[in-house]
């Protein structure tokens, strides 16, 4: 893992696209991985790309190619490697071993920024147990290093034996942790179930898309806000007003990446239910990205993986930060190619309301039109009703009162079980 200390690390940066990857693409992934290690607190020094056609099963990249990456270690006082694929046990360990410096891949730069943001007792524990079913086939290299201090004689026993021991530790540590998140998944479930009257909204997109920031502007209140990669991991919830009298709990959820490692959405099962438990998704898109396409591909990857497959909106932000034909060329391709879907920006005034009003539809949607008698001197069913739900028509009839008016169902189930209130059908307005 990158450590930080008075001095950045100095990092080179290495891709291996096959043949048929465009030269855009290629720097948009090179792009992205410089800036997840800056966000890891590493200093980019220089790149190195080889087209292959399949990765070489000794060194991933050819050997001719590994020594100019070690002639080049030296020129530019490089002492780590970032790969942007990720390297069996053994391609690490003779890379580490020809190289001459650390080598990383992705998955673990990605788990070593989860390790340096995680800030709850829950985020640090998913993020400890994919660390630790990532590090477990991985042993064998670590203990190399010990054997080259220690001798080659000798060693093979004591090394033997304390990697068997540490690998039960490891497993120890790892049941520990998944009985922690499974209580956690618990407890998260019984929350859920204390708030079921709500309409559940979760946010969704790629890392850095603008998740946190829409939330905050929705609902009013303060949140973490950066412009870099994983910002946050812990989700967050908080309750919106969209106008009209709707309101909804709306939640961000931690972004997804290219190439998002298995280990952490496992890891994040717990944080991710909240999805899968939602009654809406909304699918936020940086537009102003030049590859927010493949962003968006990434994005309903992770979630097919999750098997979430939910009713969704897409909404493309940042459209402040495009032209005027990028954003007519953005709308008429959106109308021809995708399903709902809206623009938005934080930045200007009224740059949500596309997205409020499409939630409010959404909930009206969800809120069957009823008939409501009661009496008038039922005040907390009357309450209720305009706390709840949306009152369309009320009328005054002696000793009792008669609603029109759109209720979520779970309120209607409770009313029709209560004495003294009747409720029917109406016909959509």
Do not use: C
Not at 243 to 270: C, M, N, W
Not at 313 to 321: C, E, P, R, T, Y
Not at 336 to 363: F, I
């Amino acid at each position: 893992m990158i450590e930080i200390g008075s001095e950045p690390e100095r990092a080179i940066l290495v891709a291996a696209p096959p043949f048929d990857e465009s030269e855009e693409v290629v720097d948009e992934h090179l792009e992205e991985l410089i800036r997840l290690a800056d966000t890891a607190g590493a200093v980019v020094v220089g790149q190195l790309v080889q087209r292959i056609k399949s990765p070489n099963p000794a060194l991933f990249i050819g050997r001719g190619k590994a020594e100019q990456l070690r002639e080049q270690l030296g020129r530019d006082g490089a002492s780590l490697v970032i790969f942007d694929d990720d390297l069996s046990p053994a391609q690490g360990s003779a890379l580490e071993k020809s190289l001459g410096v650390r080598v990383m891949d992705r998955t673990e730069l990605i788990l070593d920024i989860f390790a340096l943001r995680a800030r709850t007792a829950e985020a640090k524990a998913q993020v400890e147990l994919a660390q630790l079913q990532y590090m477990r086939t991985r042993l064998k290299r670590m203990w190399t290093h010990l054997s080259r201090i220690a001798g080659g004689i000798g060693a093979r026993g004591p090394g033997e034996q304390q990697l068997e021991t540490d690998r039960r530790l490891i497993d120890r540590r790892i049941a520990r942790l998944r009985r922690e998140l499974q209580g956690i998944s618990r407890s998260r479930q019984t929350r859920r179930k204390a708030g079921r009257g709500e309409f559940r909204v979760a946010i969704v997109g790629y890392t850095n898309a603008g998740k946190s920031s829409i939330l905050q502007a929705l609902s009013g209140r303060e949140l973490f806000v950066e412009d870099r990669l994983f910002a946050t991991l812990d989700s967050t919830t908080r309750l919106v007003d969209l106008g009209e009298g709707y309101q909804a709990l709306a939640t961000d959820t931690v972004g997804f990446i290219r190439k998002l490692p298995h280990h952490l959405v496992a890891s994040f099962r717990a944080t991710l239910e909240e999805i899968e438990e939602a009654d809406f998704l909304i699918h936020v898109v940086d537009v102003s990205s030049p590859s927010w396409e493949h962003q968006m591909e990434a994005v309903d990857e992770v979630l097919r993986d999750l098997s979430i497959s939910g009713p969704a909106l897409l909404a493309f932000n940042k459209v402040d930060q495009l032209t005027y034909h990028e954003e007519s060329a953005l709308r008429s391709r959106a109308a021809a190619l995708y399903g709902p879907h809206v623009l938005t920006t934080v930045r200007e005034e009224g740059g949500l309301e596309p997205l409020r009003s499409a939630l409010r539809d959404r909930m009206r949607a969800d809120r069957p039109m009823v008939h409501i008698t009661l009496a008038a001197k039922d005040g907390r069913t009357l309450a209720e009703a305009y706390r709840e739900g949306e009152v369309l028509e009320r009328r005054e009839n002696g000793g009792s009162i008669e609603l029109t008016a759109r209720v979520p169902a779970a309120v209607i189930g409770r009313w029709r079980r209560k004495p003294g209130v009747h409720v029917t059908s109406a016909d959509a307005v």
